[in-house]
């Protein structure tokens, strides 16, 4: 990490990397995300799943597993440096889902947020720095596979709100997005107040945030245009507990390179894994 990139993502909790994939790459990992959106139903892989009903998004799930350009992402040469520092040399895939967002689904309500003092419990998410390094135990990646243009809506931030003091208000922002019961799924909005920031990323960028930052989605406007991302999830490998001791079915790992089987696989504390050792991983 640059120490520009190291002191913008821990003062505001994510990072805008702009032009991750390009050219041909770019193009591999859109045709490939399309190849899954187009593949009927009957004709899904064993293990991954198309799932058009949850609210919020069109979910095309283990995408990552579906072709090889988007199972490179995950161990991307360009954010590995980062994701490497950000886990302290501890990296441990533990989901990667193709995100639609589509015109006519509600708001994805603000979320995320350090968690308040009476849940706080040792395997919860944590943001702290040590020895000059972040030490983040929950992170998400989103590859941008299509533009996002100011005023289209999508992802919103909190910043800095990944080191809050204090519980998130519902109030605060977007008072109508949850009811007593959770998600508002009648609810909609483009608007962005004064302290929430709207990222517009283009096809081939990378946003990164810490789980801890609280963030959300504003309905999206374009009707001709989606929004697609994969959003690939990392911990540390030894939170083993809470990411789920095994993450993917057998019938997704037979799909994986040898490599992104270990990134994905948990370990200990004081075990290196050996993609850690190389600047640079390529799948085999
Ligand atoms: O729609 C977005 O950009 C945010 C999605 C989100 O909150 C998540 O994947 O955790
Ligand atoms: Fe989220």
């Known amino acids: 990490m640059t120490p520009e990139q190291r002191y913008f993502f821990d003062l505001t909790g994510y990072l805008h990397l702009q032009g991750v994939l390009q050219g041909a790459e770019l193009q591999a990992a859109q045709d490939a995300a399309q190849r899954f959106i187009d593949t009927p139903p009957e004709e899904v892989p064993a293990g991954l799943e198309i799932n058009l009903e949850r609210e919020h998004f069109n979910w095309y799930i283990n995408a990552f597993a579906f072709d090889k350009p988007l199972e490179a992402l995950t161990l991307h040469p360009k954010t590995w440096p980062i994701l490497k520092e ?89 008072p109508d997005s949850y009811t007593a019961d959770g998600y508002n799924d009648e609810y909609f909005s483009t608007e962005v107040p004064e302290g929430v920031l709207n990222v517009t990323p283009k096809a081939g960028d990378v946003v990164i945030i810490s789980e801890l930052v609280t963030h959300g989605a504003l309905s999206w406007g374009p009707q001709d245009r989606d929004r697609r991302f994969l959003t690939l999830r990392y911990m540390q490998q030894h939170e083993s507990v809470r990411g789920g001791l095994d993450r993917f079915s057998p019938e997704v790992k037979a799909r994986l390179s040898p490599e992104t089987l270990e990134l994905a696989a948990p370990a200990s504390f004081t075990h290196i894994k050996e993609i850690v050792e190389r600047e640079v991983v390529t799948l085999s």
């Not at 589509?102 to 994805?108: C, L, Q």
């Not at 919860?124 to 972040?134: A, D």
């Open 86 to 174: 950000l886990t302290d040399d501890r990296p441990r895939l533990t989901s990667g889902n193709l995100m639609v967002d589509v015109h006519g689904k509600p708001f994805h309500p603000l979320h995320g947020g350090v968690p308040g003092a009476p849940a706080r419990n040792p395997e919860q998410g944590r943001y702290s720095t040590i020895g000059g390094k972040v030490q983040c135990n929950d992170l998400v990646f989103f590859f941008y596979l299509t533009d996002v243009h100011p005023g289209d809506g999508g992802l919103i931030i909190l910043p800095c709100s990944h080191k809050s003091h204090f519980d998130y208000p519902r109030s605060l922002f977007y």
